[in-house]
């Protein structure tokens, strides 16, 4: 990223304005006086870790914890973050002490705090591909799934921890930060080399603070006040996306908190005026059906990235989510799998996965308006007409219902056939937490195993990937 002197008094006007929204500006406030707290305290955490005075496990379980909560400023608990490390620890337990080595020499922030040379660059890049290189060893000599690795993730990480300990020097590699100051350029790098897009993107990054003269974290929140600002303005009618955009803050490298709107937004789409990153669920986010017609549109993409055909429930194809009608997505006529008469049921079900003209997953998504017996029966019948397969039954399900369903689960009819332990429980605000990131990396009908295992609510704390 090189800022043309057109490009930088543009960013100086965008910045003026931002100054302009006090609520956006003291919400930022706020964020940066957690973060001087919470950071004095995740530096001596890391010391103590690359000292050798705590283990690596130690390191995890206290970062699992804090992230959470305390250490919440930073946005570090998403799949580039916590769930990353925690995946780490439990998926290379057999290269523990190589793994605690690595991390050790990864973690450190390359020389020269105050201003790096190009030597220093160097260093980093090296750190991260040292790091990246022992994971993609650990995929190919120890077999080791990559979906439990993703050395893709290692910027973010490395970007988050370098940056505790020199904050103006590494920016942190959010996405959603990225995401804006690749706007102009108008170029596609989803296919370019994670660590090379970490060091162009901190480039342009402290090129614009410099040219703005701003402190770090103030170039990135006005990114994200800047990002939120567009997505509200560039489709005022679409209240499906506006709710989208609100629902789909997510922790890790995706994205990191955004402010309240500003009184020309609220003007404009009737928003509520704060937007809590910690409290924020799907439920809040819009009306009942929105949401429903979001994640059948989420679930449609993700079938299709991993290779499958999908099926809507046909009284939903002309809906619209984030400009695309339902129907677009779907098959036109449901698949002839079997004569059954129950066929009229099994295609009313919210979204199937099909490999040619087999299922492999069903997807009921709960509502709060609808009898949850109804979903679950509809998938006790597919599983009946198929008890040869493998089928992955799945409910998709807000945290407030989940003893509803558990309750209807334990039903003697589901205990009678031993139906329940196929039903799959997914977690509808993490499941939409970690759209991005899943429909990034999922890439066979392999993954709904491992997304049912991480979506599981009572699973919410630890990095697996699918439930």
Request: aromatic share 10%; proline share 4%; charged share 20%.
């Amino acid at each position: 990223m090189v800022w043309s002197n057109e490009q930088v008094e543009q960013w100086q006007l965008r910045y003026q304005e931002y100054l302009k929204d006090a609520a956006s500006v003291a919400y930022f406030r706020d964020i940066d006086q957690q973060r001087e707290h919470v950071r004095q305290e995740m530096l001596q955490w890391l010391n103590a870790f690359l000292d050798g005075n705590v283990t690596l496990k130690e390191f995890n379980t206290l970062f699992q914890k804090k992230t959470h909560n305390e250490w919440s400023a930073f946005s570090l608990r998403g799949m580039s973050g916590g769930l990353f490390l925690n995946k780490l620890v439990k998926h290379v337990l057999n290269e523990e002490l190589p793994l605690t080595h690595q991390l050790r020499s990864a973690l450190r922030v390359p020389l020269d705090t105050v201003a790096p040379t190009t030597k220093d660059l160097w260093n980093g890049r090296e750190h991260m591909q040292k790091f990246t290189q022992f994971l993609e060893e650990l995929i190919t000599f120890q077999h080791v799934p990559r979906f439990h690795l993703q050395p893709a993730r290692v910027p973010f990480f490395l970007s988050a921890w370098w940056h505790m300990q020199a904050i103006e020097q590494w920016p942190i590699f959010y996405m959603s930060v990225r995401r804006v100051l690749l706007i102009e350029e108008q170029v596609d790098k989803s296919s370019q080399d994670p660590i090379e897009a970490y060091f162009e993107f901190r480039q342009g990054f402290i090129a614009l603070v410099q040219a703005l003269d701003i402190s770090v974290w103030e170039l990135e929140h006005l990114c994200t006040w800047h990002g939120q600002q567009n997505s509200n303005v560039s489709n005022p009618g679409n209240t499906n996306r506006i709710a989208c955009d609100n629902l789909s803050i997510q922790a890790g490298s995706s994205q990191i908190a955004l402010p309240p709107e500003s009184s020309q937004a609220r003007a404009n789409h009737g928003q509520h005026p704060l937007v809590k990153r910690e409290s924020m669920s799907l439920q809040k986010g819009c009306q009942d059906l929105s949401r429903h017609t979001y994640l059948q549109w989420l679930l449609a993409k993700l079938g299709h990235k991993v290779g499958c055909r999908v099926w809507i429930r046909a009284a939903d194809h002309g809906k619209e989510w984030n400009n695309e009608r339902l129907g677009m997505l779907s098959l036109p006529c449901f698949p002839a799998i079997t004569d059954s008469a129950f066929m009229q049921i099994i295609e009313r079900i919210d979204v199937l996965w099909l490999l040619k003209d087999e299922v492999v997953a069903a997807y009921e998504i709960e509502q709060a308006h609808t009898d949850v017996s109804a979903g679950l029966l509809r998938l006790y019948d597919l599983n009946a007409l198929f008890p040869e397969r493998d089928l992955y039954l799945c409910i998709v399900i807000p945290q407030d219902r989940l003893e509803k369903v558990q309750f209807e689960l334990s039903r003697p009819v589901f205990q009678r056939h031993g139906t329940q332990q196929h039903y799959e429980l997914i977690s509808e605000e993490l499941l939409v937490q970690h759209s991005e990131h899943i429909l990034r990396w999922a890439s066979s009908p392999s993954v709904i195993k491992s997304l049912v295992s991480f979506l599981a609510p009572e699973n919410e704390h630890l990095p697996n990937l699918c439930s």
